[in-house]
């Protein structure tokens, strides 16, 4: 049920957004060469795929999380993008092409050995990642790998219909 709702938003979204899409690439050409950026990050089942973002830093950055990135490192278009979360949008590709749903753990970067160890311990990787989730809402990020493995865990075990839509209207309006 739930990746059938993943397609149908995703599809909505893309064609609704698509000029938009079209205008944070052309702006990303005017701020580097290579406006988008593909990273591996783990999945479900610890299944490796390439997540699609825009790419708010300079080329050749370390792969580091967010929190770990040197703000220097951080373009001026990358922080507008940043600040709207619009790095975020063509990741309604990789859940058009189900290695991501809108609504699950952030996928981590494949150097995340805590957290992987955390998550493994807790099943989180059993579960599609999502762009949007409990962690993202609590603002939660990866500095405290211990706690953002138990809040996904804690989004997964409680994880109804109604939580899929409420956690996708509280990322757009901050609902708790």
Do not use: W
Request: with cysteine.
């Amino acid at each position: 049920m739930i990746r059938f709702f993943d397609i149908y938003i995703s599809i909505i979204c893309i064609i609704i957004f698509i000029p938009l899409l079209i205008i944070l690439f052309l702006f990303g050409l005017l701020d580097s060469s290579s406006p988008l950026f593909f990273q591996l990050r783990l999945g479900r089942n610890k299944k490796k795929f390439r997540i699609i973002k825009f790419r708010p830093m300079l080329i050749n950055t370390e792969s580091l999380s967010s929190h770990l990135i040197d703000e220097r490192y951080i373009t001026k278009y990358g922080r507008f993008l940043r600040k709207y979360k619009l790095d975020e949008l063509p990741q309604l590709f990789n859940v058009l092409s189900g290695s991501m749903s809108l609504v699950g753990p952030r996928p981590n970067l494949l150097n995340h050995l805590e957290l992987i160890r955390e998550r493994e311990m807790l099943g989180v990787y059993k579960v599609r990642p999502g762009i949007t989730g409990l962690a993202q809402i609590k603002k939660i990020d990866m500095s405290n790998p211990k706690f953002l493995a138990k809040t996904d865990f804690e989004m997964i075990e409680n994880f109804k219909i109604f939580t899929y839509f409420k956690l996708i209207l509280s990322t757009f309006y901050k609902l708790k």
